[in-house]
């Protein structure tokens, strides 16, 4: 890669802006899980359709990055690592566009939830969303450094995204058969957990598809009770 | 098309190749959603476990399938339409694989639930396992003729399968609400009409892929009320 750091042909242009939209991209899903779970745990369900509007923003975004990348497959004909990241450009894509939707999801659910009196104070739901958030983060910083040791380290989190997932529906889970007037609240809050869990999934499928362009090894299916 | 049928060269046979593969792919997911089913349908335990270990199965295919497109982007930098079925074809491919999943789910929850007293009848739940797994194989349909009638008719049957998703949730809701010893077993049950709620989002993920082949146009985003 460095000898074409100072090269600036128009086919580098156009690899370094993929690149550049994928990050932005990243961005804009951080901000929208950042939003969504501040809509709820400030009961702020204005913030919430905020997030839920924005998420065309995000699917625009996306559209556009494919379109970018099957441009270039279509006019550059990439070889080697060029052509690795560009198919791996349209997989963490994909991805990204998954995390936002999941992001309107838990707004959706959030501006249902600020409707009744609150359940019980939020403590795991916010660190799932800040692991979450730090595993995008991460999983594209590998990407942009071409790291597969960050990578790993975010599928590493999955594991406790997962956990703690667990550990909400169990409690939850309590809530509703002691109390039955809790249930619907209660599955409104499983739903988000879900959400967030979901989110950690695709950030572990980015971090896949990083180590895979890098070292050429396929870990999707390796580690033993992932799907 | 046409003036290739008869060709036979190793390209052509690569992409028949692809093809058959993802069809083949496509008849192992559906065959995991009917066995899921069945298996809690008929209280089979042992059934839901061939499902989930049958899901290693569909990894390993979903992995040789993308390293045959990936081998025909490098190797053959196929241009305009083949270029278009390759990309295609890896979208498609991923779909098919959280299908798979899905699935495995499934038969993850019937486990669980066939260890305890079965709530009530299954009505709903077999019609929405019937009506996803008409979807994959239309929409594969639709990939194998180009045919984007056929992928449309998928996305109208997704909105059916929402639609039956949350007909589903309110009757458990009830049902948790009224007697708190079903929370769980009726939870279970939500989470399966879940997963095929996922499928069915799956299989029109596929027919928008097959859409965007056939006319190159995005439909991805058009309708209202989809992610």
Redesign the interface.
Known sequence: MEERVHTNTQYERELREVKESLIYLGALAEQSIREALDSLLKRNSELAQKVVDG??GI??LD?QI?EQC?RI??LR?P??RD??FI?TA??IN?HLE?IG?MA??IAEKAIILNREPQLKPYIDIPRMAEITRGMIRKSLDALINEDHTLAEEVKREDETVDNLNEQIFREL?TF???D??T??RA?LI?QISKSLERISDHAESIADAVIFMVTGE?V??KYPGT?
């Open positions: 998420d065309t699917d625009r559209e494919d099957l497959l279509a004909q070889t080697a052509l690795r198919t349209i997989k994909g998954r939707d309107a999801n889970l509703m058969i002691e039955p007037r249930t619907h599955l499983m396929n999707r299916h799907n």
